[in-house]
């Protein structure tokens, strides 16, 4: 069971951080709807936005002039939440792996406990505040695609939920259950090094030690 735990939080950890840079690297946080002109795709991102013709299979991106412009506070939002979430993710992941069992960093049970312990910290910070600037860009892109429709202007682009939002969605689930796991493998597990050759032999990994 504490292989299991230990493999579910680093899984779960490593799935976190790629999706939070995944979400910001792909960079499409809206996509034009099924009900606009469907003669191009349009990608809206927190740094620029994508056209790809269909006519000329060409794909063109264009990057906001400055990132000091008044932008909307939704996409201000995601940016240094998404921003702040990888770095504190990449943090955790660290901290999960210095303090996991069955990974040997030459420190002492107390010590990994506390790396855990910082761990659980770290992933709930970056899981929550990646989770606020999702759910506030999610609501500015739903408020947004309401008065586009409301127009009612025939073939006026409007825009929808993209493949990146998504990502970054998963990121904060994948981050909040790194999050639980690595508090269930410190905590109620009474780990890190608790009865640790005992479980290595029930899953059949058993390691002989010597002492002198």
Not at 19 to 31: F, K
Not at 34 to 46: A, H, I, T, Y
Request: with cysteine; proline share 3%.
């Amino acid at each position: 069971m504490g292989s299991a735990a230990s493999l579910v939080s680093i899984f779960s950890g490593a799935l976190s951080f790629l999706c939070t840079i995944g979400s910001l690297c792909t960079d499409c946080w809206q996509v034009n709807s099924k009900g606009s002109v469907m003669l191009s795709v349009r990608c809206r991102g927190l740094w620029g936005e994508c056209v790809w013709d269909k006519f000329v299979k060409i794909w063109t991106c264009d990057v906001f002039s400055s990132y000091l412009n008044p932008h909307p506070a939704a996409m201000i939002t995601a940016r240094a939440s998404l921003i702040t979430s990888a770095v504190a993710g990449a943090v955790a992941f660290l901290c999960l792996l210095s303090g996991c069992r069955y990974f040997s960093c030459g420190l002492q049970a107390p010590v990994k406990r506390r790396c855990l312990y910082l761990s659980v910290g770290c992933y709930l910070f970056a899981g929550l505040l990646s989770c606020f600037g999702v759910i506030r860009y999610c609501m500015y892109v739903f408020s947004q695609h309401q008065y586009e429709v409301s127009l009612n202007i025939p073939g006026f682009p409007s825009f929808e939920y993209g493949y990146s939002l998504w990502m970054a969605a998963a990121g904060d689930l994948a981050a909040l259950v790194a999050a639980v796991t690595s508090y269930y493998e410190a905590v109620l597990m009474k780990a890190p090094g608790a009865n640790l050759a005992k479980e290595m032999a029930a899953d059949g990994t058993g390691a002989a030690c010597t002492y002198v």
